[in-house]
C-alpha cells in the first residue's frame, strides 16, 4: 500500500521555524519526484517546492524562496521541508505529493500532475 505520512506541523510563532517531515512506504522512493503544496483555510492548494529523484534539483514557488528548503534523504525514504522566517500568511495544511517523471531534468509544479498525496499536517503561525 503507497502511503505519505506528513509530520512536523504544530504552532510557530512570526520569524520561527518548523520541519515538515514526509515518510513514503509503498513505492520506490528514489524513483519519485517528491512535492510539497499548501492549502491555506477557503483558498485552493498551491505549490510550495519540490525536489527531483536524487535531490540535486530542487523549485520553489516565489513564496518559499529564501524561507523554504526541501530535501530528501533517499536511505530513509523521507522528504523534508524546513520552514524558515515564518509567517502568518504561511498558515496552512501541508502537503506531500509523489509522482514518477519520466525525465529527472523536468520537476513539476502543479497539482494536477502529482498522483499520490498525504493528509497534510497544519501549520499555524501567529503573529
Known amino acids: 500500500q503507497v502511503q505519505l505520512v506528513e509530520s512536523g506541523g504544530g504552532l510557530a510563532q512570526a520569524g520561527g521555524s518548523l520541519r515538515l517531515s514526509c515518510a513514503a512506504s509503498?513505492?520506490?522512493?528514489?524513483?519519485?519526484?517528491m512535492g510539497w503544496f499548501r492549502q491555506a483555510p477557503g483558498k485552493e492548494r498551491d505549490f510550495a517546492a519540490a525536489?527531483?529523484?536524487?535531490?540535486?534539483?530542487?523549485v520553489y514557488a516565489d513564496s518559499a524562496k529564501d524561507r523554504f528548503t526541501i530535501s530528501r534523504d533517499n536511505a530513509k525514504n523521507t522528504v523534508y521541508l524546513q520552514l524558515d522566517g515564518l509567517k502568518p500568511e504561511d498558515t496552512a495544511i501541508y502537503y506531500c505529493a509523489a509522482v514518477r517523471v519520466g525525465s529527472n531534468r523536468y520537476t513539476p509544479r502543479r497539482t494536477e500532475e502529482y498522483n499520490i498525496w498525504g493528509q497534510g499536517t497544519q501549520v499555524t503561525v501567529s503573529s
Open positions: 525536489v527531483n529523484r536524487d535531490g540535486i534539483s530542487t
Open positions: 509503498g513505492l520506490t522512493f528514489s524513483f519519485y519526484t
